[in-house]
């Protein structure tokens, strides 16, 4: 292994090799190339997320023959290199990889190479390998790394990029012109080499960079080493050349009304993109976001569309680019509206255009015609898409874009992929397959879902339910240090795109606000609402206090009402329609001791659902109750001291309770959240949705509780 430079150091990338970490896995090239990839994959500087790819070649013994043959561990399909592992690599002979070339029946035939790479494969259990396979098949260096880095693809994307990469490098790096990925592409850049033998490194235009070494550390010190005198050559030419994208045409709102001005736009915009299906969305007014977009250029810069392959076919072809000012009124929400329609129809018809004018006979049918990217001058960039990951990776995609589209302009000036080469590349039949390969979107995929009181017990149970069947959460509790509890739960159970938190006392207006301000801000909206929160009092007649009586009122009937009051303006905003799902009790329904506050509470509850889904009916959102009984696990409310009074009414010791409960039941089953985490899907699954006004007991079967 080559000795490590320690004192390495560069301005524009991370140097993260660590010489003791790397020590431990001498000797072992495929653990090394995962390390190597892993920290490539860690600055987003170097690669986006999910592109580039990256491999090693090594000799093992052939289980065939039990002689030595060449293998080669690349990245396998659809896998990240930031977080790669062994099992997301593809392994394959090398000699049969590169003897392809005897039956390869040129460009017009590279589709039907995928398939053959098949028959090269070494390691059975290993990944599907990538359209990037032969590139790196058919160069010999032993370690190579492709990369998406901005500050290259600047270069690569600039009008002069094969003029300025060979003065750059002084002939160290070759050039050559952009090619859609495949089996020719990996022979031309093989002729690179021949042509340019010493070289470390080839450019491809408009798309990215190669770069190889004999171990994974001179490979990854290469790599490093490359960016860093691109990103150096920009930002020598971002000094001498003034402001970026021919400054500034307007100013930015400053940061809180940026995001205000965003959140009362968010659900508009989610509306006009769920057209065909529900997307979730992503909002960022990120510095590098607001320069180009206040900019002078934007109009000229933005429909040109991206240039690497990766970028667009995230972000879609271009962006919409609204015609709002920054800092206008938005509170007319059918004006608003009005406004806007034109625009999006306007690109629907563009992106039609440009699938009717570009596609092939074989080509598959036309996806979704709405935006990914929208971008709003002053304010910021919202992204929409199938999920919250997919909408966040597309928005930061689009910042590589930008980056791209900054750097080629301040050293030439900027050029995108031709529209037919973008198709090529949308509408491949390969990336097609790999869309149908992916698994079927779940019941709740693109809903976005709050439930109040999520930080435990029941309203937690609902979040994680609704969250394996693919829906996005919005945690929240006044108790901050139990809300936080929950999100951190949340992370490692589902990851950061799972959920956003927000802290939430329903008695509060300003609290509710802010809580569909952050839905707006994190996802886009909403589309189901859970009032769960509430508390319980149990008091003989005489013992209930006014402050007693106005606590109960106050969270369980004018909190319900309130947060489904707010609910309701967002989910107009958008008119696709949305539940929302009352927690209430078999005490709105049943007698019992020592309960009139919570009793006739309920009741409240019960009674306002159905007022509410006579109402609001018209707009295609439904009103549905779930009640509950003795619901005793993780609840704050058995933690108090409604389990004493409880017991005590009925003659019996706290311990007994769940018991008893569970005793006087038809089932004899005690209620677990679990189970109203089952109910209110079965509300929201699609299977019901035709049904609003209804009432689901899930109490185990109370006969005082049925509603005949």
Not at 188 to 201: H, S, T, V
Not at 459 to 485: W, Y
Not at 591 to 604: E, T
Request: glycine fraction near 10%.
């Amino acid at each position: 292994m080559s000795e490590v430079k320690t004192n390495t150091t560069f301005k524009h990338v991370s140097y993260l090799w660590d010489e003791a970490k790397a020590a431990e896995l001498e000797g072992d090239e495929v653990a090394l190339l995962i390390y190597r990839s892993n920290l490539l994959g860690a600055d987003l500087r170097l690669t986006n997320y999910g592109g580039g790819n990256t491999s090693c070649k090594t000799t093992a013994k052939d289980p065939l023959t039990g002689q030595d043959t060449e293998v080669m561990w690349i990245k396998g399909s659809g896998g990240d290199i930031g977080t790669l592992k062994k099992s997301g690599l593809a392994a394959l002979y090398v000699d049969r990889l590169r003897s392809l070339e005897q039956v390869y029946r040129g460009i017009e035939h590279e589709d039907e190479m995928v398939e053959l790479f098949n028959h090269s494969i070494f390691d059975l259990a290993s990944k599907a390998p990538s359209i990037d396979t032969p590139l790196h098949g058919f160069l010999p260096f032993r370690h190579i790394d492709h990369l998406h880095p901005d500050a290259a693809i600047a270069i690569a994307a600039a009008k002069d990029g094969k003029r300025i990469t060979q003065e750059l490098f002084g002939g160290t790096i070759g050039w050559v012109d952009w090619q859609r990925p495949g089996f020719d592409l990996g022979l031309q850049l093989r002729q690179c080499l021949d042509e340019n033998p010493g070289i470390r490194g080839i450019m491809l235009g408009s798309h990215g960079l190669f770069t190889w070494g004999d171990t994974a550390y001179e490979s990854y010190l290469n790599t490093l080493e490359v960016i860093e005198q691109c990103a150096e050559y920009l930002e020598e030419n971002f000094a001498q050349n003034g402001p970026a994208f021919g400054g500034a045409r307007i100013e930015s709102l400053p940061a809180e009304q940026r995001l205000q001005q965003a959140a009362a736009l968010a659900p508009v915009l989610r509306g006009f993109c769920s057209s065909e299906r529900h997307m979730v969305g992503h909002f960022t007014d990120d510095a590098r976001v607001l320069e180009f977009i206040n900019s002078n250029d934007l109009a000229r810069l933005a429909p040109l569309g991206t240039s690497c392959p990766d970028h667009f076919l995230r972000t879609k072809i271009s962006p919409l680019v609204l015609d709002l000012e920054p800092g206008e009124d938005l509170s007319d929400v059918k004006a608003l509206k009005a406004r806007l329609a034109p625009a999006f129809e306007e690109y629907r018809q563009m992106y039609t255009q440009y699938y009717e004018g570009c596609k092939h006979p074989n080509s598959p049918a036309i996806r979704d015609t709405n935006p990914v990217i929208i971008l709003y001058p002053g304010v910021g960039m919202f992204s929409f898409s199938k999920d919250k990951q997919t909408a966040r990776v597309a928005s930061e995609f689009y910042v590589n874009a930008i980056n791209v589209m900054k750097g080629a302009e301040a050293i030439s000036e900027y050029t995108s992929l031709p529209r037919q080469e973008a198709f090529d590349i949308e509408y491949w039949l390969l990336e097609e397959a790999k869309l149908q390969r992916m698994p079927k979107p779940k019941a709740l995929s693109g809903k976005i879902a709050l439930i109040t009181g999520s930080a435990g017990g029941i309203g937690k149970a609902i979040a994680k339910k609704f969250v394996e069947e693919g829906a996005v959460v919005i945690l929240n509790d006044m108790n901050e240090e139990r809300l936080q509890g929950a999100g951190e739960e949340f992370r490692k159970l589902y990851g950061k795109d799972s959920y956003a938190t927000a802290t939430l006392d329903v008695t509060k207006e300003d609290q509710i606000q802010e809580a569909f301000e952050v839905a707006a801000l994190a996802f886009g909206g909403v589309d189901i609402v859970i009032n769960n929160a509430g508390l319980s009092i149990s008091k003989t007649i005489e013992a209930h206090e006014e402050k007693d009586w106005d606590l109960l009122y106050d969270v369980l009937v004018k909190g319900q009402f309130f947060v489904t009051q707010a609910a309701t303006e967002v989910m107009r905003k958008q008119a696709i329609g949305g539940d929302v799902l009352n927690i209430v009790s078999k005490n709105a329904l049943v007698s019992g001791p020592n309960n009139a506050g919570y009793g006739s509470a309920k009741a409240a509850q019960l009674h306002l659902s159905r007022l509410n889904a006579a109402e609001l009916g018209a707009d295609g959102i439904r009103v549905n109750v779930v009640n509950p009984d003795a619901v005793i696990s993780d609840s704050n409310i058995w933690a108090g001291g409604w389990a004493e009074g409880r017991a005590k009414a009925y003659g019996i010791t706290v311990e007994e309770l769940p018991a008893y409960y569970a005793k006087r039941t038809l089932l004899n089953q005690i209620i677990l959240p679990e189970d109203i985490a089952n109910a209110c899907f079965a509300f929201v699954g699609g299977l019901l949705s035709k049904s609003t006004g209804n009432m689901l007991n899930v109490d185990g079967g109370v006969a005082m509780a049925f509603p005949r």
